[in-house]
C-alpha cells in the first residue's frame, strides 16, 4: 500500500547494545499536564473529531492513496487542530538522549517523534537504524507521515533497545507537542506502516525484554488549575498503590465492538442519591487522549436536564448557574459492581481555566458532553481524562482487562 511512495532520508546504520536488566519492581515516570489549544474549536468539537476517527473502522488505517513526503503538507487531508488539553511524558531517544514531549495516548498504539519539525526534529544517533518502511497514521487531531526506525527509547530508569518508532517527515496537527507515546492495545497499529502487519508497542517490547514483570501500566492523574502541571504519573510493569486509595477493581475488556478495539469497558451511569438512570449498562471506552467525558446524545439529553445546563455556544461546553452548581448532584459511575462517585466539583472545567477555553471568568462550565451518537452505537461513552484525573486507571494489555480505584483526588474541591 505504501509501494508508491518514495522518499530518501540518510539514517545511520550503526547499533549499539544495551545490556537487559530485569526490573524487580514497577517503573515510574513523570507526567505533566499540558494546556494545548490552537485554532477555532471548541473542546468538545476537537474530541468529536477524536471520536469520528475511534469509529472509523476502528482501527488507524494508513491511506492507500498517500502524497509522497516531498509533497507539500496541503496535499494530506487534515484536520488543522490540536487537543485541547493532553498529558505528555518525557521520552529520550537515540545515544544522544534527544528528549521528546509525547502524548500518553491509550486510544493509539504508535510511538513517534518529531512533530515540531523546525524546533525539535527528529535527528538520528548512533543507535538509530532506517528500516526502509514508512509510516503514516492519522488521527482526530491531525496525522503524521514518516520513516519507521528503530532505536533505543527511554523512559525515566527504563531503557529499551530495539524500538519500533516513528521519524516525523510532515505532521499537523501537534503544535507544542513532539509526538505520541502510543500505549493502546497493539493490534492497533495494524498497517500503518509500509510492511503492514502490526508493531511491538513500548510495552510489548519492555516485558519482551524481561525489563518488566508485567504488561501493566498504571495511569495517575491530578486535577489541576495549572496550564502546565508536572502532577502525573505512568507506572511501566505493576501498580503503585500508594496512588489510589482503597481496593481496585477490574474488569475485562469489553467483547461489544467497535469499543473492544480499544481499552474498552462496561458501564453505567447513574445521577445523583436517588440513583436516576442516565446511560444504561452499555459498553464505550477509557481514553487518556479525550479530554471530555463523552456520553450518548439520549444519555445526554437527560444529563441535562438534571443539571439545567444551557449550551454555551463558545465553549461548546454546558453552563450552570452558581445556584445550580449549589444543587448539582453526583454522578456515578458503575463499573464491574462498583459505583465511582463523580462528585459536583469533578463535573466542572477548572474555573481558573475558563478563559483559556474562551469562557468568562466568573462562569462554570461541565465537562459531561455530548457523544454526538444514540445509545447501542457500540461505544457509546468515552471517559475521557477529566474523569481519569478523579480514578487510578490500570491497563492490564495481557489479560486483557482495566482496572479502576479512588484516589485522594476524588473528592478532590480543586476545580
Known amino acids: 500500500m505504501f509501494a508508491h511512495l518514495a522518499v530518501t532520508v540518510t539514517l545511520a546504520l550503526l547499533t549499539a547494545a544495551t545490556p537487559v536488566v530485569v526490573r524487580?519492581?514497577?517503573?515510574?515516570?513523570?507526567?505533566?499536564?499540558?494546556?494545548?489549544?490552537?485554532?477555532?474549536?471548541?473542546?468538545?468539537?476537537?474530541?468529536?473529531?477524536?471520536?469520528?476517527?475511534?469509529?472509523?473502522?476502528?482501527?488507524?488505517?494508513?491511506?492507500?492513496?498517500?502524497?509522497?513526503?516531498?509533497?507539500?503538507?496541503?496535499?494530506?487531508?487534515?484536520?488543522?487542530?490540536?487537543?485541547?488539553?493532553?498529558?505528555?511524558?518525557?521520552?529520550?531517544?537515540?545515544?544522544?538522549?534527544?528528549?521528546?514531549?509525547?502524548?500518553?495516548?491509550?486510544?493509539?498504539?504508535?510511538?513517534?517523534?518529531?512533530?515540531?519539525?523546525?524546533?525539535?526534529?527528529?535527528?538520528?544517533?548512533?543507535?538509530?537504524?532506517?528500516?526502509g518502511e514508512l509510516m503514516e497514521v492519522t488521527y482526530g487531531s491531525g496525522f503524521v507521515f514518516g520513516n519507521e526506525v528503530v532505536d533505543t527509547v527511554q523512559l525515566g530508569d527504563l531503557v529499551i533497545s530495539g524500538q519500533s518508532m516513528g521519524a516525523a517527515i510532515l505532521s499537523e496537527g501537534f503544535d507544542g507537542v513532539d509526538g505520541i507515546l502510543g500505549i493502546g492495545p497493539t493490534d492497533l497499529t495494524e498497517d500503518t506502516t509500509s510492511a503492514g502487519g502490526t508493531v511491538p508497542t513500548v510495552t510489548d517490547n519492555a516485558f519482551t525484554q524481561g525489563l518488566l514483570a508485567s504488561k501493566e501500566v498504571g495511569i495517575s492523574f491530578a486535577p489541576t488549575t495549572n496550564e502546565s502541571d508536572p502532577n502525573g504519573q505512568l507506572t511501566f510493569g505493576g501498580i503503585d498503590t500508594s496512588k489510589f486509595t482503597g481496593s481496585l477493581t477490574t474488569v475485562p475488556i469489553t467483547t461489544t465492538s467497535?469499543?473492544?478495539?480499544?481499552?474498552?469497558?462496561?458501564?453505567?451511569?447513574?445521577?445523583?442519591?436517588?440513583?436516576?438512570?442516565?446511560?444504561?449498562?452499555?459498553?464505550?471506552?477509557?481514553?487518556?487522549?479525550?479530554?471530555?467525558?463523552?456520553?450518548?446524545?439520549?444519555?445526554?439529553?437527560?444529563?441535562?436536564?438534571?443539571?439545567?445546563?444551557?449550551?454555551?455556544?463558545?465553549?461548546?461546553?454546558?453552563?450552570?448557574t452558581p445556584a445550580q452548581f449549589s444543587n448539582l448532584q453526583s454522578l456515578f459511575f458503575n463499573i464491574g459492581g462498583t459505583a465511582f462517585e463523580f462528585t459536583p466539583n469533578a463535573q466542572i472545567w477548572p474555573r481558573a481555566l475558563n478563559t483559556a477555553i474562551g469562557g468568562q471568568a466568573d462562569q462554570i462550565f461541565l465537562v459531561v458532553s455530548d457523544l454526538g451518537t444514540a445509545s447501542g452505537s457500540g461505544m457509546d461513552f468515552i471517559n475521557g481524562f477529566t474523569w481519569l484525573e478523579r480514578f487510578f486507571f490500570l491497563w492490564d494489555s495481557v489479560t486483557p482487562q482495566a482496572g479502576f480505584a479512588t484516589t485522594p483526588f476524588t473528592d478532590a474541591t480543586t476545580n
Not at 494546556?35 to 488507524?60: C, H, I, M, P, Y
Not at 447513574?270 to 442516565?278: C, D, H, I, K, Q
Open 24 to 131: 524487580q519492581s514497577p517503573i515510574t515516570i513523570p507526567l505533566a499536564r499540558r494546556f494545548n489549544f490552537t485554532g477555532t474549536k471548541t473542546l468538545r468539537e476537537l474530541d468529536l473529531a477524536r471520536v469520528q476517527k475511534l469509529r472509523s473502522g476502528t482501527k488507524f488505517k494508513s491511506r492507500p492513496d498517500a502524497a509522497p513526503a516531498s509533497a507539500s503538507a496541503s496535499s494530506f487531508p487534515v484536520t488543522v487542530v490540536n487537543g485541547a488539553v493532553t498529558y505528555t511524558a518525557e521520552v529520550l531517544v537515540g545515544s544522544s538522549q534527544q528528549a521528546f514531549n509525547l502524548i500518553v495516548d491509550t486510544g493509539s498504539s504508535n510511538t513517534w517523534a518529531g512533530a515540531n519539525t523546525f524546533g525539535n526534529p527528529f535527528t538520528p544517533s548512533s543507535t538509530t537504524q532506517n528500516t
Open 258 to 320: 467497535p469499543s473492544s478495539e480499544f481499552v474498552g469497558i462496561d458501564q453505567s451511569i447513574t445521577f445523583g442519591s436517588a440513583e436516576t438512570p442516565v446511560l444504561a449498562s452499555t459498553a464505550g471506552i477509557v481514553d487518556t487522549g479525550t479530554t471530555l467525558i463523552l456520553i450518548a446524545s439520549d444519555a445526554f439529553a437527560t444529563y441535562e436536564e438534571l443539571t439545567g445546563g444551557v449550551m454555551d455556544e463558545t465553549t461548546g461546553l454546558l453552563r450552570i
